[in-house]
Structure formats: structure tokens, C-alpha cells
């Protein structure tokens, strides 16, 4: 028997749920071949430490949280008869309410600014001309007789 084959028998070996036939090839095999021996007793080891970690040891307070969880919501019922009222239809009325108080008042904060536009002050645009201009500014003369 060909190890490639001996190999993807080997986890059905194991759990014993080959023939017989097929049981003997693979026990001759093993005592033949250690590179397939030593891959058994790995898997072998491997597949009883899962079994060891399968059965989990339940918590020993889980029922009793389990019951003081539920006796909590028992409680938390008869007070929420108040807050999905609230929640649900105060709340919107509530926040409406702020938002039209505050466009009135806007709006009424807007209309006692009185612009008057005919006694509005303003300044005519002047604009001054200077002569002799490059006295003043003696660095371009300079750059620009050179």
C-alpha cells in the first residue's frame, strides 16, 4: 500500500469504520512504515485531546444568573409602560415645539432691524494721483534708470 493512500485512511483507521480488509492493509502498513506509524500515533494523540476539550464543565452560577435575569425583566416591565410613551410621542412633540419657538423667534429678532436706506451713509471712491511719484520711491528709479 502506496502512504499517500495509507494517509487519507488513517482518520477512518482510527475511528475504526473501515473493513476488515481495508483494517489489515493499513495495520501491515504501520508496522512497516514508521513515517506512517509516527503520523498515527500524532493523529491518534491529537484526536483524544479533542475529545478531552469537547465536553465543556458547565458554569455553576449560570442558573442562578439566568434567573436573576429573567426576575429583572419582570421588573423592567412595569417600567417601561412610561418611558416608550415618552419615547416615542412626548419626545417629538417636545423637540418640535423647541425648533417652532426658535424660528419665531428669529423671525421676530429679524423684523426690529429697520434699515434706512435713504439717509444711508456712504463714502464716494477717491481716487488721488500722485505726482513726482518716483521721488518718493527711490529703489525703482534706481532699478529701473540702470
Known sequence: M????????????????LNDA???????HLQTCD?????YIEL???LILVEKKKTLEPNPFLYTRINEKLANLESEK??????PVYKKVLQPIFFT??????????VKLGNTVIIDYQNKLSVPHITAFYFNDFQQEKLEVFLLNE
Request: glycine share 6%; with cysteine.
Open 2 to 17: 502506496k502512504c499517500k493512500i495509507a494517509h487519507k485512511k488513517l482518520i477512518f483507521y482510527s475511528a475504526g469504520k
Open 22 to 28: 481495508e483494517n489489515e492493509e493499513i495495520k501491515t
Open 35 to 39: 513515517n506512517c506509524h509516527n503520523l
Open 97 to 106: 415645539f423647541l425648533l417652532a419657538i426658535g424660528l419665531f423667534s428669529g
Open 78 to 83: 412595569d417600567q417601561a409602560v412610561i418611558t
Open 44 to 46: 491518534k494523540s491529537t
